[in-house]
């Protein structure tokens, strides 16, 4: 399949990765492929920059994102909270029938959107013909694309989005990941609900001292 | 242990009852006894009026809010978010040097505040010489009062608050009840992080069809 991952950090370069493994043809999109690759520093996280971490990861092609998005079968977004919506919206006629998955959540440790709107919903409203699933969003990127690494993949993801076609099509590839206890929360609105756990997580990483933890639901 | 318990609705039934089962002393604070006792029809979702309740527990004693606090050694606080800072407030001079455990969630499905405040930060603003403890409200009353009924016991639940001694306290309070994961998130502004989990909380609730459910972090 051709996939296009939006976003150049590193949960946009986590599932490049991954999706190469599982044999898919990936692009990465960003908003300027020259001054994207012109970065030599560590990000403020301490991440390598972008061009260092593509020497080893050639094969996956880095474009702009209306090039990156044009061609693809199936979208991810991976992009910081605030800059979503500015990036999306002039791709719309690219998008149109597509499934976007999207990653994003607000601004750590504050949500700019909550309680009566996410920003899955604001997507899906900017983007009306295209199919918004939320995933992902409550787990770091490593788990993310390896829940193997943790408790055999005994733990939780959840995915919000209105077209149950496109949410069987996601469900296989969080499967394929080697997810295997996947929640179906409802429509996209239920975004608002694992948008929403973010100021939990960071806390629950600041009590344990690790981002490698996850959620599992135990139920009677 | 001379326990008040704020509030006559099912969370203040469910603790107050487990109390008295551990050996304390419960009285169950509101705001008007004649009127509480006088309700004679189920509430909105279906729960016995107090008085029915009362007859089978009528060791509990019902108080004044003044009058139960006023002696009790530790405070239960299980009031509808909205009503909770006006009933806590002229309790100030009676909760000063207690526990008060703060149970409270904003109003389903919307929290009136989040992101930058919580209500247990509020309430700990609002009474400055109580030690506000923030715990329970990330799981449902029949659960909080009795993990065992779940998974062996094999579940999370979380604690907020400023005091150290008054975390151990209720730490101890925590697996008196059978809680076995009691996981410590840091100061009072933590409460941020589980009231906000409770728009997820319905999601999921909406999503398994049950309110017999909880969450286990999975570590590596």
């Known amino acids: 399949m051709k996939i296009a991952v939006l976003g150049t950090g590193m949960v946009g370069r986590a599932h490049a990765i991954r999706l190469v493994e599982l044999g898919n043809d990936v692009t990465i999109g960003t908003k300027n492929v ?20 593509h020497k080893d990861h050639s094969q996956i092609k880095l474009m702009t994102f209306a090039d990156a998005v044009k061609d693809a ?3 991810f977004e991976a992009l910081h909270g605030s800059a979503v919506l500015n990036v999306l919206k002039p791709l719309e006629s690219f998008l149109t029938g597509k499934i976007l998955i999207d990653i994003s959540n607000g601004m750590p440790p504050t949500l700019f959107v909550a309680n009566t709107d996410s920003l899955g919903e604001q997507i899906q409203r900017a983007l009306p013909k295209t199919k918004v699933i939320k995933t992902f969003n409550t787990v770091n990127a490593i788990i993310q ?24 099509d996601v469900n296989k590839l969080l499967q394929s990941y080697g997810w295997k206890n996947i929640i ?13 756990m973010m100021p939990f997580w960071l806390r629950i990483f600041s009590s344990l001292k690790t981002p490698m933890f996850n959620y599992k639901i135990v139920m009677k």
């Open 34 to 53: 020259a001054k994207t690759l012109s970065v030599t520093n560590p990000d403020q996280m301490g991440n390598p920059p972008f061009s260092l971490w």
């Open 73 to 75: 079968d199936l979208v």
């Open 145 to 168: 694309v390896n829940p193997q690494l943790l408790a055999n993949g005994d733990h939780d993801i959840f995915l919000s989005g209105n077209d149950a076609g496109a949410k069987a």
């Open 184 to 196: 179906d929360l409802g429509d996209i609105t239920t975004a608002r609900g694992t948008e929403m």
